[in-house]
C-alpha cells in the first residue's frame, strides 16, 4: 500500500523549534514531489514547502523562508520539516502530501495542493507558552 505517515508534531514553546517527518512507503517510482501543507481552524490550507527527489530542488512559501527547512533523507524514505523560531501563528495541522511524475516542475511552480496525489493524515503542532 503507498502511504504517507506524518510524525512530530506536539506542544513547543514560542521561539522553540520541531522537526516533522513524512515517512513514505510502498512508493515504486523514483521521480516524485512531496510537499508540506498546513491548516489552521478559520483559515484556507497553506502551503509551506515541497521537495523533489530527482534533485532536491526545494520551494517555500516566501514568508516561512529562513526559518523552515525541507529535507529528504534517501535511505529513510522520509522528508523532514526542521522548524525553528515558531510562533504561535504557526500552530496548524501540518500536512505531507505526493505527486508522482515531473517533480523538478512542480517544485518549481510551488507543489500546488489541487495536483497532489496522495495525502498523510495529518500532524498538529501548537506553539505556546
Known amino acids: 500500500e503507498v502511504q504517507l505517515v506524518e510524525s512530530g508534531g506536539g506542544l513547543v514553546q514560542p521561539g522553540g523549534s520541531l522537526r516533522l517527518s513524512c515517512a513514505a512507503s510502498?512508493?515504486?517510482?523514483?521521480?516524485?514531489?512531496i510537499a508540506w501543507f498546513r491548516q489552521s481552524p478559520g483559515k484556507e490550507r497553506e502551503g509551506v514547502s515541497c521537495i523533489s527527489s530527482l534533485d532536491g530542488s526545494t520551494f517555500y512559501a516566501d514568508s516561512l523562508k529562513g526559518r523552515f527547512t525541507i529535507s529528504y533523507d534517501n535511505a529513510k524514505s522520509t522528508v523532514y520539516l526542521q522548524m525553528n523560531s515558531l510562533k504561535a501563528e504557526d500552530t496548524a495541522v501540518y500536512y505531507c502530501a505526493a505527486e508522482w511524475g515531473n517533480s523538478q516542475a512542480i517544485v518549481r511552480t510551488g507543489c500546488r495542493s489541487g495536483s497532489l496525489e496522495l495525502w498523510g493524515q495529518g500532524t498538529l503542532v501548537t506553539v505556546s507558552s
Open positions: 510502498g512508493f515504486t517510482f523514483d521521480d516524485y514531489a
